[in-house]
């Protein structure tokens, strides 16, 4: 027993060893074609993530919408649904804050009013992935290409609104709508880049997710029905049903992470407002190997190369698109390794 | 051509279905190949085509030794296999299906390939329309085009697994004529099926196997009380009863007709007692495996009603027939009944703990250890269930059934156990009909029928052609019942 | 003397053959012209193309990297650097084309330039009021406010003196067209096509679309047309430069240069001289070219007749001197209201605040 | 409104689709063959950069066509690799390709954005070009649009009138089975994917040296990939379907702008998103069609018996399950 133990942690060490290897040698090279030294890029990134308090702070400005999403991703993963529309989920979100911040600045109480519009993004989130969720099990549609189509049709709603009812007096234009007084922005302290309520959120909803999936009913259902639905069915549960609590959970977190954008990043709503991390807590979720323990390792680290690769342009005038590059090849080393450890295993 | 196959072993994993066979075709004959299921029937066939490699042995073509590492290379040398579960492509045309394989060159000439299809068609009396698309045709006519397709081939060894399950006596008479024109002609025929009248009506020579082992060859003409008794074993002592009296009705069948397996169910009526336990008899598919799936709710019938205690359950769903105490165990362990990656007390948080938001954990610890200590299941309450041995998955799924269940629905219970965990389990299962609760279970093997169940149903082609108690019951009649011979049906 | 450090924030590519361009060179001229002077830029400020940054994270990064003036080169960026102000009271800011210093709505220490592009509009539409052989102009607009509704005015005023003052041409003949985008440049999937919108202009008949974009797009699929044998034209904008992407088919490029305001904004923060002023600067009417003097220009296409090109040189004096001008009454918005009444002439703030797009062009005002 | 004469209006049609049907062919046979290539967006995004760059360095298009098909056949060899030899979920590698080779575009192709690069320019077919009316918008194209257009029907005759073809339908429908008849399932699902890579890496060249020329950050090749898997689907894995999808699509896209005169209200933007939604139509339809009583329901209604049965397709049934010979 003892032994079996270490030689699996032996192997864990060498497929990620390996993994490392392979991402890594795989972006140097591409930094190498494109005349650039790479330990300079590297440097240049670790420098300008984790080299200042204020950057440090604005790492975690990323980490929190990242954290959210991946966490909504937990619930699906596991009972093995592919929420590719967490961006879109994001996106409804954010717009279902800034409904009820643009009734409420009229209103007053901006406490409540803060408090609903987080209530409203997590609905309108939940519901938006209800919708992929219905035409899944009732609709027979693939959930990525559900999921996939309501992104599209979530970035045309939110076009409209901004361009239409939402515009700045006079203008249509794709740089948002009026910033919201600042009783409205999420409270923060004085000196501070990120709000405290965000943080504490954030780590909230992880300690929540975790206690969910081990202790609940919610988090055993899910694991059961990803595992075997026809057991689980036999067993007496409903995966249908299980798999619309699932996506209405992860798309309420990803409402959240929209609310979030909105009161505490941009103050208003505009057209990018989901910044892609719909499409990049999914590679989070997916190098932690759908583990919530290596979530906020994870999402920190391709937060940090998010914050730390705009040293990129400005000081070696090269893209900052390096971070994709490194963020992508690191999850597709993981699935190579894995497939491979995998087909080593089977042939011996 | 001349067969001859030697020592033949196959090991599927820990699996061994194939336990040194021998094996001698004669050319230009019809050979049986019997045997119950899971015998390695088709296992063994499966080498010969070389859809999948033996474990070791020999495989001998008109004395000269030969190794197929695909289909393609046992095609070129002129065999040609039917396979068990269809590999056609139901999208596509009856012409494309007859050409895929065998054109070479890059054009599909239709008219070219057509005619010859015609034409071979015509040669046996087939009727089929090239440009059909083969899912709009009967398992029959798709047999014969794929019959039509290895001689075009150049098939000189046909081999056909089980090719008379699913077709109707008409078409069957078709097929056996064209065999036997087969033959004459010179081509060597294998078929393997379960059906004793089957082989009397087609084959020249059988062999039987058992258990991954040649256990008889017999020539023309056959005694069917001896290959019975190859097939099936000799019939075990008496078996312990239940004790229990029946006592009243607790579910019934009204003229149930339902679609599904390979037969489906016709037109079945029937009711069951209290305390009872019948074991429902037949070769796979031939309806039983519908029958359980509608006594737990978990299909719903074409026509007429399932009733549980008198109540009409049209309309209830699995999880309904559940509450009113229906258990259903699948056969299929891990793929229907246990939920790999789990471990043991996740299982029972799920089934057998109360229904709360927060799991509680520590009863389903707490449940799960005295389970495991009293089912004797090899493991611990953490040990994930694809870690347990196919005997410990079974004794799991058996712990797993609510303590009193008023009926308990059983597929293939022993499957894959060894005699001591299948008695085991029967003195289990045993223990609960003595509470009164009633068990149908379905079992491939005559001998456990015989050994537990007081009242024995056989199901032929989708019908219940023979239901006795156990003491009218004999082995030789309910063995004849279920090849179809069933001195009482129709 | 000391160091002084000055960030710029541009919103498109540095390398875009456009608006963004323009600013770079505007800094390599005040790296040049100031001693000590030097620039940190960072480029593609926007959300599509650096999703969740936003400008206070950039000022903060820009302002740890020691600098003292900070140029924001985008309408969009108007809340950030408003805001990024407000955090860094000691730290310079100037907001290109905004108007917070002239509406009071920012804080001291942020300034605005913008350039005159009204006239280099102007001498646009004015070539292309010469040029066009169908009577049809196309107008590539990016999204739609003040700024965007002035300059396409100012391109249809010059379009259509040329076609009814120098070509003697009923004004009715002419059709000027608008068509929005919706930003400054092309996202795929969120704005229209400005490939596909020019496309569609010269597929209707327009034969001369000006661009009000910050890329080449326009000039771009004319220079194709031109290949297939079609007689048209395009006008870019931003840029002196933009012509080099198809010559053939390019009649001119109104231009900014940033470098000259640049240079006096920085020179202020040195010196200790700041004001929060809205500066909006002109041509130099005696060389309109002049790279040291000059903040708007217009540099004539390989593609411009000599006979237009003398034209445009008798128009441009005509404006400097004042002896034109086009912002004169009677002038009226698109929906038939007075926009200057006859007999007078439009006020800076009129022209910078302009309502709805005038009478006589195609398109929307504002969004609906 | 502005006026577009019909031919004009076809002839911008069947030029903007040119590329999208490239990809859209290429990715018919992937899925044929039951291998599904999602990595789409990405990949045409890096053959775009890497074939402008090559011209832009060689002056070859011809060059550059191929090193865009190349990087596509790399692309989907990873996909195919790590599907179908390593047992990875094809989705999963195809969606962590379609986010990296996106940004290794962009990165790659930094220091060449917006240069003056070759272009495809026009060749008009002779004779036909001098057909009164259409000749001259129809047959004055650059040579991709005559491509793609013949490569449809080539989809098409080699899909269903070539043994090839029929041994991928085959092998996407049932690869155990054709196994069993001696062919090689992985192989073909390996070739077609590449070939399908190729195709894909072509529409990206197509797209950055002839349809919307140059690079850049945005290109504006960005999100065809995924409109591109769309249409593969609501053209229910049919050569011919799939590309009146395309046209559909693109013909959307001309009118969407036309209609921002008509339409104010509606940005022109939601034009850019109608193949999502109607491509979510198009599946929930064909399932509930496939329900028992469907066929029934629909009796009455003559036309939706007709939209039924154009709109019918099922996917290949093998498509992205992995196949283990055995
Ligand atoms: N007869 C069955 N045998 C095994 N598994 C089944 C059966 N019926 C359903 N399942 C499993 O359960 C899943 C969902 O079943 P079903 O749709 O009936 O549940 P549900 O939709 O949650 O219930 P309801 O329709 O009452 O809301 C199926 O996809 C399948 O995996
Ligand atoms: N692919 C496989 N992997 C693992 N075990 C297998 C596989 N195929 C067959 N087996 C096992 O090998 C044994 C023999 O199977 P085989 O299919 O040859 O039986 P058969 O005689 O054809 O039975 P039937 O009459 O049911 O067709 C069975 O125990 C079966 O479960
Ligand atoms: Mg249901
Ligand atoms: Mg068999």
């Not at chain 2, 290895?150 to 006596?169: H, K, M, Q, V």
């Not at chain 3, 040189?313 to 002896?323: C, E, N, P, T």
Request: hydrophobic share 45%.
């Amino acid at each position: 027993m003892q032994r079996a133990k270490g030689i699996e942690v032996k192997s864990v060490v060498v497929q990620v060893a390996a993994t490392l290897a392979l991402a890594f040698s795989f972006t140097t090279v591409v930094v190498l074609l494109s005349g650039e030294p790479p330990l300079a890029a590297y440097g240049h990134i670790v420098a300008g993530s984790v080299g200042s308090w204020l950057k440090v702070a604005q790492v975690l400005r990323v980490w929190v919408p990242l954290v959210l999403c991946s966490c909504g991703l937990l619930y699906t993963f596991q009972i093995g649904l592919w929420n590719i529309g967490v961006e879109g989920q994001v996106i409804l979100g954010a717009i279902a804050a800034t409904a009820v911040l643009r009734w409420g600045a009229a209103v007053g109480a901006p406490t409540g009013i803060l408090s609903l519009s987080l209530l409203a993004a997590m609905g309108c989130g939940g519901l938006w992935a209800l919708a992929a969720g219905i035409l899944k099990t009732r609709g027979g549609v693939n959930e990525i290409f559900a999921g996939l189509g309501l992104n599209f049709v979530a970035v045309g709603i939110i076009l409209w609104l901004i361009f239409g009812p939402w515009k700045r007096p006079g203008i249509a234009s794709m740089s948002g709508t009026e910033p919201f007084a600042r009783e409205l922005w999420l409270p923060t302290v004085a000196g501070w880049r990120i709000s405290p309520y965000a943080l504490a959120a954030a780590l909230g909803v992880l300690v929540l997710t975790w206690w969910t999936l081990k202790y609940t009913r919610v988090g055993l259902a899910c694991r059961a029905i990803g595992r075997n639905p026809h057991a689980s069915f036999l067993l007496g549960l409903r995966p249908d049903r299980w798999m619309l609590v699932a996506m209405m959970l992860a798309g309420g977190l990803a409402g959240l992470a929209g609310a979030y954008q909105v009161l505490a990043v941009y103050h208003r709503l505009i057209p990018a407002i989901s910044s892609n991390y719909g499409y990049l807590s999914l590679l989070v979720v997916m190098l932690a190997n759908y583990r919530w323990v290596w979530i906020p390792p994870i999402a920190f680290f391709f937060a940090a190369l998010n914050v730390g690769s705009i040293q990129l342009p400005m000081m070696l005038q090269m893209d900052s698109s390096l971070a994709g590059v490194i963020q992508g090849s690191l999850v597709l080393a993981t699935l190579v390794v894995h497939g491979w450890a995998r087909r080593r295993q089977r042939a011996s | 051509m001349h067969i001859q196959l030697k020592e033949i072993h196959k090991f599927y994993g820990p699996v061994h279905a194939n336990q040194g066979i021998d094996l001698t075709v004669d050319s230009g004959t019809i050979h049986g190949i019997l045997g119950e299921n899971g015998a390695g029937k088709s296992t063994l066939m499966k080498i010969l085509a070389g859809y999948i490699q033996k474990s070791s042995g020999e495989i001998l073509l008109d004395g000269q030794a030969v190794e197929f590492r695909n289909p393609a290379m046992a095609s070129r040398m002129g065999i040609g296999m039917l396979y068990q579960d269809p590999l056609d492509f139901p999208p596509l045309t009856v012409l494309e299906n007859f050409m895929l394989g065998q054109v070479q060159g890059t054009r599909l000439s239709q008219a070219g390939w057509g005619a010859k299809l015609q034409e071979l068609a015509q040669h046996f009396d087939f009727q089929l329309d090239p440009h059909a698309p083969l899912a709009t045709l009967t398992v029959g006519e798709r047999q014969q085009l794929e019959l039509l397709r290895l001689l075009s081939l150049g098939a000189r060894l046909l081999i056909l697994d089980e090719p008379t399950t699913g077709i109707s006596p008409v078409q069957k008479q078709v097929l056996f004529h064209a065999l036997k024109k087969l033959a004459r002609e010179g081509k060597t025929v294998l078929v393997v099926s379960h059906k004793i009248e089957d082989v009397e009506a087609l084959c020249d020579r059988v062999t039987i196997l058992r258990q991954g082992r040649v256990t008889g060859e017999m020539d023309a003409p056959f005694d069917s009380e001896t290959i019975l008794a190859h097939m099936f074993g000799t019939p075990p002592v008496a078996p312990p009863k239940c004790a229990k009296e029946a006592g009243g009705e607790v579910l019934a069948f009204r003229q149930v007709s339902a679609q599904g397996g390979r037969a489906g169910l016709k037109d079945c009526t029937v009711s069951f007692q209290r305390g009872q336990v019948v074991g429902l008899a037949g070769l796979e598919g031939s309806g039983q495996g519908v029958f359980l799936r509608l006594a737990a709710g978990l299909q719903r019938p074409l026509k007429g009603a399932v009733f549980l205690d008198g109540r009409d359950m049209r309309g209830a769903d699995h999880h309904e027939f559940k509450r009113r105490g229906v258990t259903f165990l699948p056969t299929a362990r891990l793929e229907e009944g246990l939920i790999p990656g789990l471990s043991i007390t996740e299982h029972f948080a799920l089934a057998a703990c109360r229904q709360t938001f927060l799991v509680p954990w520590l009863d389903a610890l707490k449940e799960a250890r005295t389970r495991v200590e009293r089912f004797k299941i090899r493991g611990t309450p953490e040990t994930s269930v694809e870690g347990l041995s196919g005997g410990n998955q079974q004794r799991l799924l058996l712990s797993l059934i609510p303590p009193s269940p008023k009926v308990l629905l059983l597929e293939q219970p022993t499957r894959g156990l060894d005699v001591e965990s299948a008695h085991w389990m029967w003195q289990h299962l045993l223990g609960l009909c003595d509470q009164g609760t009633t068990i149908l279970f379905s079992s491939a093997e005559l001998d456990e029928i015989l050994m537990v169940a007081d009242r024995v149903l056989v199901f032929f082609n989708g019908r219940i052609v023979l239901d006795v108690t156990a003491a009218q019951a004999d082995p030789e009649r309910i063995g004849a019942a279920i090849a179809g011979r069933a001195p009482d049906s129709e | 003397d000391e160091d002084f450090i000055f960030g710029l924030l541009l919103v498109g590519p540095y390398n875009d053959r456009g608006w963004s361009q323009a600013h770079y060179e505007g800094g390599l001229y005040v790296q040049e012209k100031v001693p000590g002077a030097k620039m940190i830029y960072i480029d593609k400020v926007n959300p599509a193309d650096r999703p969740g940054v936003t400008i206070p994270q950039l000022v903060d990064d820009l302002v740890s990297k020691g600098a003292k003036l900070i140029i924001a080169n985008s309408d969009d960026m108007k809340d950030g650097i408003r805001e990024a102000a407000l955090q860094h009271p000691d730290v310079y800011f100037v907001h290109v084309s905004g108007d917070d210093a002239l509406s009071g709505k920012g804080p001291a220490n942020l300034a605005n330039i913008m350039g005159r592009m009204e006239y280099g509009k102007m001498m646009a539409g004015f070539v292309a009021g010469l040029t066009t052989q169908t009577g049809k102009i196309g107008y590539l607009g990016p999204l739609v406010n003040e700024e965007t509704r002035r300059l396409a005015a100012s391109t249809y005023l010059g379009a259509r003196y040329a076609w009814t003052k120098v070509r003697k041409q009923p004004e009715d003949k002419l059709a000027f067209r608008v068509t929005w985008i919706g930003f400054w440049f092309n996202i795929p999937g969120v704005t229209a096509d400005p490939t596909q919108v020019a496309q569609n202009f010269f597929n209707s008949g327009y034969d001369v679309v000006v661009s009000g974009i910050d890329t080449t797009e326009a000039l771009v699929v004319a220079g194709q047309k031109r290949k297939e044998g079609k007689k048209v034209w395009a006008i870019p904008y931003d840029y002196a430069g933009a012509c080099e992407t198809a010559p053939d088919a390019c009649l001119g490029v109104p231009y900014y240069n940033w470098g000259p305001g640049y240079v006096r904004l920085v020179q202020a923060a040195k010196s200790g001289q700041w004001k929060a002023q809205w500066l909006w600067l002109g041509p130099d009417w005696s060389d309109m070219n002049n790279k040291d003097t000059s903040a708007v220009g217009f540099v004539p296409g390989p593609a411009l007749s000599d006979q237009a090109r003398k034209a445009l040189d008798a128009f441009v004096a005509d404006l400097g001197s004042g002896k034109v001008n086009l912002f004169a009454g009677p002038l009226y918005y698109q929906d038939g209201s007075v926009f200057v009444e006859a007999g007078k002439t439009a006020s800076d703030t009129d022209v910078w605040y302009m309502k709805q797009l005038l009478q006589g062009m195609e398109g929307q005002s504002s969004a609906q | 409104m502005m006026e577009l004469s019909f031919q004009v209006l076809m002839a911008g049609v069947l030029a903007g689709a040119a590329p999208l049907i490239l990809a859209t062919m290429g990715e018919t046979l992937t899925e044929k063959a039951g291998v599904i290539n999602l990595s789409l967006d990405g990949t045409i995004l890096l053959s775009a950069m890497t074939a402008f760059v090559v011209a832009y360095e060689s002056h070859s298009l011809i060059l550059a066509f191929l090193a865009a098909g190349l990087v596509g056949v790399m692309v989907a060899a990873v996909v195919a690799g790590a599907g179908i030899y390593l047992g990875q979920s094809q989705v999963a590698v195809g969606f962590v390709l379609t986010l990296m080779c996106r940004d290794l575009a962009y990165f790659l192709g930094n220091p060449y954005s917006r240069l003056q690069g070759p272009q495809v320019g026009l060749t008009p077919l002779p004779f036909l070009k001098d057909i009164p009316g259409l000749g001259p918008v129809l047959f004055q194209q650059s040579w991709i649009t005559y491509a793609s257009v013949a490569l449809i029907a080539a989809t098409w005759a080699f899909i269903y009138r070539t043994r090839w073809g029929l041994e991928l339908r085959a092998v996407g429908e049932h690869p155990h089975a054709a196994y069993a008849r001696g062919i090689n399932a992985r192989r073909v699902q390996l070739t077609y994917a590449l070939v399908g890579g190729f195709l894909v890496g072509l529409a990206g060249a197509a797209f950055s040296l002839c349809t919307k020329p140059g690079w850049g950050r945005p290109q504006g090749a960005e999100g065809m990939g995924w409109i591109a898997l769309a249409i593969v689907i609501f053209g229910g894995w049919e050569p011919v379907k799939v590309a009146l999808g395309t046209y559909l699509f693109a013909l959307l896209q001309i009118l969407g702008i036309s209609l921002q005169g008509v339409l104010p209200s509606v940005p022109t933007q939601v034009f850019q998103v109608a193949p999502f939604p109607l491509m979510i139509f198009t599946l929930v339809f064909m399932h509930l069609s496939q329900r028992p009583g469907a066929e029934r329901w629909a009796a009455g209604r003559p036309w939706l018996l007709r939209l039924m049965r154009l709109l019918r397709g099922t996917a290949p049934r093998a498509l992205g399950q992995p196949y283990r010979q055995e």
